[in-house]
Structures are given as C-alpha cells and as structure tokens.
Nanobody, 121 residues
C-alpha cells in the first residue's frame, strides 16, 4: 500500500550540494521511522540518516555528520536529505525507507526505487 518515490539525485562536483526528496503515498503510520540509505556497487547498504518514530531524534552515519541534514513534514508524507560538502565517496544509490520501530531497531518494510548521486572530483 505504501509507495515511496525519491528524486533530486544527479551529478555534482566535490564540495557541491544536493537535496533529495522522498514522496510517500498510502497510509503512513505516525510512529514509523523514516530514513535514508545508500549503497554503492559491491558494498553493503548503509544507513545514512534517520528520524526516529517519535519524530524528534535524528541519527546520522559518522561519515556524514555535519554535512547532511534529514527532515520530514508533519504528516510524514515528504522526507528530505540536504547534502552539503559532497565528497566522491558519497557516490551511491540513495534510497528512502520507512517502517515501525525506533533507534537501531527500526524495521524498514517499505523502500523507494532509489536515486543516483554521483560526486566527481
């Protein structure tokens, strides 16, 4: 029932910025976690940023702290990832996801199709 669609990816030079947008449709439980993940070919999918189900606590991978900011609208219909000071190692497919739980025990049942981010030097 829930569908997620990412947009905003593209190619950017190192040091540049992008804003990713995830549009959600269907019933979104107010207690769902929402997060962004990325995955490069041959590597494990990694959680980049997350808003816990309380809508207040934001968590970031150490590699993006101070550079990326996650946010959402009040109804959890739109999720954003503002990415600044991009580095070549940020190059990956980026996915938005949501599901029940909290903290490191969020169960991400719903995933978008992904949007490609490519950072060149």
């Amino acid at each position: 029932q829930v569908q997620l669609v990412e947009s905003g990816g593209g190619s950017v030079q190192a040091g540049g910025s992008l804003r990713l947008i995830c549009a959600a449709s269907g019933y979104i439980d107010s207690k769902y976690c929402m997060g962004w993940f990325h995955q490069a070919p041959g590597k494990e999918r990694e959680r980049v940023a997350q808003i816990d189900s309380d809508g207040r606590v934001s968590r970031y991978a150490e590699s993006v702290k101070g550079r990326f900011t996650i946010s959402q609208d009040n109804a959890k219909k739109t999720l954003y990832l503002q990415m600044n000071s991009l580095k070549p190692e940020d190059t990956a497919m980026y996915y938005c996801a949501l599901g029940p739980g909290s903290g490191n025990s969020c169960y991400y049942d719903y995933w978008g199709q992904g949007t490609q981010v490519t950072v060149s030097s």
